[in-house]
């Protein structure tokens, strides 16, 4: 496959504003899993929906979304994930409309099928843009600490709304509340979210692929919803789950056999992603039990109210909220993953155990709430850093299909737990009140027996959590801090290369005039030798392209540079009259790729290369300059030999230089941004101003430096008129600052340069101290006498 995209850059601007409309977008997915649950009852009064098709509600949303989250995924790689995100927004809100407006059962099932199929696209490309979006490694953990915390939630906060609009307004508002959310998404979309990887795969999409993983998702969700209600061993369940496991052993098969698969098998049996993904899957089994049977407690045991209920859920929501920004989000690049996934989830399976101790008459402050608080804390550190590293260090092209396999691991995990463990739970409430038959009033042990069956199936919820942590502590590896350390731990796998602008330019400057390392016997000798490229007729695996400037047109003599991932250059060529190039790799696997040429920005980016020659275009933008002149504000005149001084953002010095005969100042091989420019010369006063400076071409601006005023005067002694030698003088501004001191020489005289204009105090002392005020203005210096006399005088 070949692709075309430009190396890596700065960061993506406005990335947080665009977090905001990307987690509004995930909001809207999660929420709708629950809000529909609370308007089922009346929706299915309003059209007359008979029992038996009720459920069908829930289920066409769930098989629609299930089913087609992977071919969601591989559309946004293959159209862009920006795009993808657009559409599944403008889709999921059509949708919604036509569910709300429903005037009978089909169209009502009908909307909601197409909410799951517009929710497969929106909900990976949602994830993607996420994870390539924020690289750099602390604003990757907060941003998935946001985007952990709503994902894990976000059911929570659905049951409030679902009530609240229910119950105030009707059940059609369930669905209508989702076009003003996608709406503000779409307006936040457009302006603000940027797809940082603009390279998109050529290749074909994998439509056996897609039949096969489509319909044995379909019939995996749809086996076990079916489970919940009819039990594991009806005929109808044993053959959707036979047919599901044929279907996605076959798209196994398939994928490994294709060339461009629609799932690579890379993504998945990588130790690190594979463990992240069964982590995923069943920490969500434990918490849809936890919120199953609490669901039903709190309602049918304990007779709250939907809203309350909901409101009930709040604790386990700020608790998942805590977990992910306060914990994972702090803790992620300070300690490897596991060592936050492993204890979260056992924190989670305490919580889930304490609920075990559940009885009719328990308290909610008592027991409910910490549980749910310890399960809140507990998953939302857990899953945070199993959503960053199931998507990290994935190729760009692959980055839909692996955030698409999250929401498939949570889907399946979530289906699964609600039918298992309800059907456990099923199992041991009919047991329990068979047993207790006849020995109290029958709505006692109804109640009794909900409760039992409840604490059976949150044991088992437990043990899921724990073989999850079982899970992350033998599949994933532990991940220091060091980048390096985690590429060469997975070389097949290329992480994205994370540098600022100046180190980047310094790299590239290097990596273009490298030569091959001096050997002095202390290091050991690489495999192979770098060389350079002479001719398109080299051996070996190739990275070839163009390189082209800001407006499109060839770079000429850029050098690139091709180094491996122990930091050995591989190869080294220069562009040609057209701007091509080709580079020679002597395997296949992950180099670094760096860009370098005179009047440009250097580039760098990681570029994985196969058994066959990568394409490759590099985008360098050009460099940008900056002049001016510095003036003094009094007479216009131009300043000579003022010291000009450049600094960035962060207050870094970038550059410095003194005035010339005419007053003008200039500076190359400036990034765009913003700068502040700070200019000093002889009596004047210091100023400093911001400039923006532009992305080409030469940005010019006039510096106007205020005069320095000056005070000067004589000290003279008593009566007798005598010039005073070694006299202190002090100058003290306004706000009582020490601004100078001087000491008077032979002839009396003493002076204070360069001071801003406004009210000043003299204080001469020798004899007993006097202080006179005055107020220097910016014009001529200020002549000012004082006088000292003895007291007796």
């Known amino acids: 496959m070949s692709m075309t995209a430009p190396v890596s850059g700065p960061p993506v601007p406005r990335r947080w504003i665009a977090l905001v409309f990307i987690a509004l977008a995930q909001l809207m997915v999660v929420l709708d899993a629950t809000i529909v649950n609370i308007a089922l009852p009346s929706a299915q009064r309003a059209?007359?929906?008979?029992?038996?098709?009720?459920?069908?509600?829930?289920t066409a949303y769930t098989l629609a979304f299930g089913g087609l989250l992977l071919f969601g995924g591989r559309v946004?790689?293959?159209?862009?994930?920006?795009?993808a995100f657009l559409i599944g927004l403008v889709g999921f809100a059509g949708a919604s409309a036509l569910g709300g407006a429903a005037v009978n059962e089909g169209m009502l099932l009908g909307a909601r099928a197409l909410q799951g199929a517009f929710g497969a696209l929106l909900a990976p490309s949602a994830l993607s843009l996420l994870a390539v979006t924020f690289t750099a490694p602390k604003e990757r953990a907060k941003a998935f600490g946001i985007y952990g915390a709503i994902a894990g939630g976000g059911a929570a906060i659905g049951l409030i709304v679902g009530g609240l609009l229910t119950e105030y307004l009707n059940w059609r508002w369930a669905l209508y509340v989702n076009v003003p959310v996608a709406a503000i998404g779409l307006t936040g979309g457009l302006l603000f979210v940027r797809d940082p990887v603009t390279a998109r795969g050529r290749g074909r999409l994998d439509l056996p692929g897609v039949v096969l993983v489509t319909t044995g998702l379909i019939a995996l969700v749809y086996g076990f919803t079916r489970a919940e209600s009819e039990g594991w061993g009806e005929p109808g369940v044993v053959g959707l789950l036979t047919v599901a496991g044929v279907l996605l052993v076959a798209f196994a098969v398939v994928e490994s056999l294709t060339r461009e698969p629609l799932l690579p098998l890379r993504v998945i049996l990588d130790r690190n992603r594979g463990g992240a993904y069964l982590s995923v899957g069943l920490s969500v089994i434990g918490m849809f039990g936890l919120f199953l049977f609490l669901t039903y407690y709190l309602q049918n045991v304990k007779h709250y109210s939907p809203v309350r209920t909901g409101l009930a859920f709040l604790p386990m929501t700020a608790g998942m909220i805590t977990g992910s920004t306060q914990i994972a989000a702090r803790l992620m690049n300070r300690v490897p993953a596991r060592l936050l996934m492993v204890p979260g989830l056992l924190v989670a399976a305490t919580g889930v155990a304490l609920l075990t101790r559940l009885q009719v008459d328990s308290a909610y402050a008592a027991l409910v709430l910490p549980s749910q608080l310890l399960?809140?804390?507990g998953l939302g550190t857990a899953l945070m850093p199993a959503m960053n590293l199931a998507t990290a260090g994935v190729d760009s092209?692959?980055?839909g299909v692996a955030s698409a396999m999250v929401n498939t691991s949570q889907q399946v995990g979530g289906s699964l737990g609600t039918a298992l463990l309800n059907t456990i739970g099923a199992t041991a409430t009919t047991g329990y009140i068979a047993t207790h038959a006849g020995s109290r009033p029958s709505a006692g042990i109804a109640a009794a027996g909900l409760v039992h069956g409840f604490t059976v199936a949150l044991w088992w919820a437990m043990g899921v959590i724990c073989l999850a942590a079982l899970a992350v502590a033998v599949l994933i590896n532990s991940r220091g801090e060091r980048r390096a350390a985690r590429v060469a731990a997975e070389p097949?796998?290329?992480?994205?290369?994370?540098?600022?602008?100046?180190?980047?330019?310094?790299?590239?400057?290097?990596?273009?005039?490298?030569?091959?390392?001096?050997?002095d016997g202390t290091h050991a000798r690489p495999a192979y030798a770098p060389r350079v490229s002479a001719a398109f007729g080299d051996v070996g695996a190739r990275v070839h392209g163009r390189v082209r400037g800001g407006d499109g047109g060839p770079v000429v003599g850029a050098a690139l540079t091709l180094i491996d991932l122990g930091g050995r250059q591989v190869d080294r060529a220069g562009t040609r009259a057209d701007g091509s190039y080709m580079l020679a790799a002597p395997g296949s696997g992950p180099y670094m790729l760096i860009a370098a040429a005179d009047g440009h920005q250097p580039q760098a980016a990681t570029v994985m290369v196969g058994d066959e020659p990568l394409g490759y275009d590099v985008t360098l933008s050009g460099t940008?300059?900056?002049?001016?002149?510095?003036?003094?504000?009094?007479?216009g005149a131009r300043v000579k030999g003022a010291m000009v001084v450049v600094t960035d953002a962060h207050g870094e010095v970038i550059a410095s230089a003194e005035t010339g005969r005419d007053g003008e100042f200039s500076f190359d091989d400036l990034v765009s941004g913003t700068f502040v420019v700070a200019v000093s010369g002889r009596r004047h006063r210091p100023c400093a101003m911001p400039v923006e400076v532009a992305g080409q071409g030469t940005t010019h601006c006039e510096v106007e430096l205020p005069p320095a005023a000056r005070v000067h005067g004589t000290v003279r002694a008593g009566t007798d008129d005598l010039l005073l030698a070694d006299a202190r003088v002090t100058l003290v501004d306004a706000a009582g600052n020490v601004i100078a001191t001087a000491t008077t020489g032979?002839?009396?005289?003493?002076?204070f340069e360069d001071l801003d204009p406004g009210p000043y105090t003299v204080i001469a002392?020798?004899?007993?101290?006097?202080?006179?005020?005055?107020?220097?203005?910016?014009?001529?210096?200020?002549a000012f006498g004082l006088t000292l006399s003895h007291p007796d005088e």
């Open 47 to 58: 059209l007359e929906i008979s029992d038996a098709n009720r459920q069908w509600m829930i």
């Open 76 to 83: 946004g790689d293959l159209m862009g994930r920006r795009r």
């Open 375 to 377: 399960l809140g804390i």
């Open 397 to 399: 092209r692959d980055a």
């Open 492 to 519: 097949g796998v290329p992480e994205p290369v994370i540098a600022e602008a100046p180190r980047t330019r310094e790299l590239a400057s290097v990596g273009a005039r490298a030569e091959p390392p001096h050997d």
């Open 624 to 635: 940008s300059g900056l002049s001016g002149i510095v003036r003094s504000a009094a007479t």
């Open 746 to 751: 032979p002839d009396g005289t003493y002076a």
């Open 765 to 782: 002392s020798g004899y007993p101290p006097v202080a006179a005020t005055l107020t220097i203005g910016q014009a001529a210096p200020e």
